[in-house]
């Protein structure tokens, strides 16, 4: 994966979307599309005004693994956050919603100040 910041912005290239990921010993499975959401789900964001962008489901007792939708339209900045949101979920899902989105925040914070530039070739 190729992740490269830009002095205004940021974009991405090269980037392949493997379809399984193990997080702490736990097998996931990763879609890259828009996740979809409950009734109750969709009323929720309307509510808040926000906007799913990406999706965790914990595995489950007698589920082969959890699973992680992560939509892959997102603007660069959004779906960089949303993986290390989402990836950070299936790490420590004892953790709640407010403390996930707290951590991956500061850390792509930390990310964009510091000018990051992330390669894997
Ligand atoms: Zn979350």
């Given at each position: 994966?190729?992740?490269?910041?830009?002095?205004?912005?940021?974009?991405?290239?090269?980037?392949s979307?493997?379809?399984?990921?193990?997080?702490?010993?736990?097998?996931?499975?990763?879609?890259?599309?828009?996740?979809?959401?409950?009734?109750?789900?969709?009323?929720?964001?309307?509510?808040?005004?926000?906007?799913?962008?990406g999706k965790h489901t914990p595995?489950?007792?007698?589920?082969?693994?959890?699973?992680?939708?992560i939509d892959k339209s997102l603007p660069m900045e959004d779906f960089a956050d949303t993986t290390l949101h989402e990836a950070l979920h299936a790490c420590f899902p004892d953790l709640d919603e407010s403390a996930i989105t707290e951590a991956s925040e500061d850390i792509t914070k930390l990310f964009k100040r510091m000018g990051m530039k992330i390669s894997f070739e």
């Open positions: 994966m190729i992740l490269t910041s830009l002095w205004m912005g940021w974009y991405i290239g090269n980037v979307f493997p379809k399984t990921h193990y997080f702490r010993g736990k097998v996931y499975n990763l879609r890259w599309r828009k996740p979809s959401m409950t009734k109750k789900e969709r009323k929720q964001h309307k509510k808040a005004g926000l906007q799913l962008m595995p489950y007792y007698g589920s082969a693994g959890g699973m992680i939708t």
